[in-house]
Structures are given as C-alpha cells and as structure tokens.
C-alpha cells in the first residue's frame, strides 16, 4: 500500500538548514547552505548516494544501506521550489531519483524530463493536487516528501503524512531554518502524537522512524499533583 513518507535530516537543535539565504551571492557560499551541507554529510559520504550522483567512492555501511532503502521505497516525489531550483544544477542530466518528482510551486513551468527516470512536473495547485499526482505515479511504492522543510511542515500539518524518518546530526547549529517550529499552527493544548517504529544509531547520524499518529488534545492531568505516593 502506498505510503506517504519523509526523510529529513536534522541537527541535534532542529534545523534542516542553516539561516535562510537570501539576496546576493551564491547559495552555495551561504550560511544556508553550510547548515545544510553539515547536517547532510553523512548523505554526501555514502555510497549509495555517490553511486546515484555518478560520484566515485563512497563509504558502505549502514547509512548507505539506510539511503538504498529510502530511494528504494520510493515510486514518485514531491518536493518544495526552493530545494528543486537548488538542486537543478547539482544533480545534472542524471538526477538521483530515477522516478517522477512533482514541484509544488506557484510559478508555472513545462515538465523537465531528464536521463535515468526522473522527471520534475511543476504543480500550482497546492500539496494536496501534488500528492495525489505522486500517488498516481507511484506504481504501488511510497510517496516520498523529499523536503525542503516549508512543504514537508505543510504536509504533516494537513495530516497528510504516514511516516517521517529524522536524520539526526550530532551537531547543534544554534540557528537556522526549523523543521518543526510555530508555522504548524498547532493550539495550546494540542500536539502531534508520533510512534518510534525504527531506531538505528551510526557514529555520523541516529536515524529515527516514526510513525505519524496525527493530532491529539494534550490533557492536564494529575502526574504532577504527587497524589500516589508511597506510604499515602
Ligand atoms: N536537511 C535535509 O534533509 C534537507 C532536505 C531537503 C532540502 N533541504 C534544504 O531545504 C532548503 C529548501 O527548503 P525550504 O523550506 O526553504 O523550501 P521548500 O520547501 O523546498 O520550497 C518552498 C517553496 O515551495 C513553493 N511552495 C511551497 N508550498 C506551496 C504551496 N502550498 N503552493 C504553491 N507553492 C508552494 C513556494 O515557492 P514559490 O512560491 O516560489 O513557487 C515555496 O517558497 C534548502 O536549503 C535545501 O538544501 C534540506
């Protein structure tokens, strides 16, 4: 059954990327994309990832397995503007998706179909109209949110998310841009319940899976009360 699912890579403080670049000069040079390529060193050194990049080299192991699964996994993937024009000229000819990528974008564009599967279909009607597109190319694999973090905030906001995996870092960024923060929009009294499904700990990133239970009420309750103590 397909699923809808993301990965995202994190430092220990949150932040998927580091302070949001914008204005002159090259992303490349920026604090953005620094935080970035920080959290996602351990992508960039995998073999699997390397292989897909037409890249030599690489270390093999378990985060490079993590990675083969995850591409695997996926039959179609939707992505925010932002990370698909940055990623535009990184990935050249041959992007290392090798299946369909939907663009959720307000800026309308003609399908670009590149070698080896992927092709990025520019989609202006929102996440839910992307996903569905997704789901329909997905051959009975997942749907993979591949970020940035704007449109996966926005997918586990609308409930649309069955599994988030964290990547973790073990590095504290001190600021950036925040995966999870106030633009979900949740109340006082309401959070996003999840449940660890998978835990995998590597010298360079914890991956951590989890199962999306969606929202749920948070209770005041008497824990905090020291009613049940022994001897009462
Ligand atoms: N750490 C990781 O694992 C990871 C993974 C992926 C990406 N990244 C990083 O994340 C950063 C990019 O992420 P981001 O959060 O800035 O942006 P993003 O999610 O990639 O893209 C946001 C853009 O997508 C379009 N969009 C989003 N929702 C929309 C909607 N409902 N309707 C129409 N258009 C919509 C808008 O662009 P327009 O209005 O201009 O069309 C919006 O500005 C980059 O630094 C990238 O390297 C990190």
Known sequence: MTKVTAQMSVSLDGYYAGPRHS????WLKSAEAAGFFRVT???????SWRERQGFAGGEQGTNSDILAETFEAAGAYVMGRRMADGGEGPWGEEPPFRAPVFVVTHR???TLVRKGGTSFTYVTDGIVSAIEQARAAANGKNVAIAGGGNLLRQVLKAGLLDELEL????????????????DLGLGDFEAIELTPTRVVHTPQVTHI???????APLMLDDRGSGSGRTGE
């Not at 204005?23 to 090259?26: E, K």
Request: no cysteine.
């Open 23 to 26: 204005g002159d000069g090259h």
């Open 41 to 47: 060193r351990w992508v960039i050194d995998a073999m």
């Open 108 to 110: 309308p564009r003609e």
């Open 167 to 182: 990547h973790i870092a073990p590095v504290v960024l001190g600021a950036g841009m925040r995966l999870l923060d106030a």
């Open 209 to 215: 899976r989890y199962t999306v239970n969606g929202r």
